[in-house]
């Protein structure tokens, strides 16, 4: 079991005071590998807070360099980073926050060849990509590999979130099986908005490592943050989904095998 040092806990210890999480559940997040991708004004946000929370290991992946409108919302970036990899600066500034996470930056963007290996090597995704390419193929990689995913995604003044659990909530797939068109320069970006969404996909993470609260298990929180109109939705959990529904069945196997021997056995200590 993994311990934490003095240290730690006084880091931690107004977080550690709230009911539900206390120091198991602190230890449960120190033991963790979250692997973040997109790491900008969404993911470089989200990446902070976990940090900042004593995730153990923070996993960063975003190809390409900073650029300078990047820096209205790019909170881990600053101005004499323009033109250099965006997530080795993220690697370098959230250890200066907290040396007590490991962190590993991986300037690359997620591809067919990378996702497998980024996938396997965390216990939770988060995904802030700035496309459905990429959107889908960690969604694709997660329900391979039976690994939990919170996503996180923005438009303008409007964002979505969910928390999903392969074989139990409906994958991206599920909630958006014909893609909309995603242009990365084609919609305005208020450093605000990406900060909200990426505090609530932090939190998401944080209750669904250490139990705390309710993440958003088969719900949709949608969000027009122009209005503050925030709602709740249930969406659709495709039965015949190309990516979730053999790995849904099988856990739907899995279940009813399990209360068929307990029941055996509760039918033998009968008789």
């Not at 609530?200 to 122009?226: F, H, N, S, W, Y």
Request: proline share 6%.
């Amino acid at each position: 079991m993994i311990e934490l040092t003095p240290a730690e806990i006084e880091r931690y210890q107004r977080q550690i005071m709230l009911p539900g999480l206390g120091e198991e559940g602190q230890k449960k997040l120190k033991s963790t590998t979250a692997l973040v991708t997109g790491v900008g004004g969404l993911g470089g946000t989200v990446a902070l807070y976990l940090a900042v929370a004593g995730i153990g290991k923070l996993i960063l992946v975003r190809g390409g360099d900073l650029r300078l409108d990047d820096l209205n919302r790019q909170i881990l970036m600053t101005n004499d980073w323009v033109g250099k990899p965006r997530v080795i600066k993220a690697k370098e500034t959230l250890e200066k926050i907290n040396p007590h996470v490991e962190i590993e930056a991986i300037p690359e963007f997620v591809t067919p060849d990378n996702v497998d290996i980024l996938v396997r090597g965390a216990d939770i995704a988060l995904d802030c990509a700035f496309n459905f390419e990429e959107r889908n193929l960690l969604n694709e990689a997660c329900v391979r590999w039976d690994k939990p995913m919170v996503e996180a995604a923005m438009n303008d003044m409007e964002a979505y979130l969910t928390t999903i659990v392969p074989g139990k909530t409906p994958c991206l797939s599920c909630i958006f099986p014909e893609k909309p068109e995603w242009d990365r320069w084609g919609f305005g970006v208020l450093g605000a908005v990406s900060g909200t969404l990426a505090t609530l996909a932090a939190l998401e993470a944080i209750k669904l490592v250490t139990g705390l609260g309710q993440p958003l298990l088969g719900r949709l929180l949608t969000m027009d943050l122009g209005n503050l109109h925030f709602a709740k939705h249930r969406p659709y959990h495709d039965p015949d989904c190309p990516v979730c529904s053999k790995i849904s069945q099988q856990k739907i196997n899995q279940t009813l095998n399990l209360v068929n021997s307990e029941q055996l056995t509760v039918n033998s200590v009968l008789s």
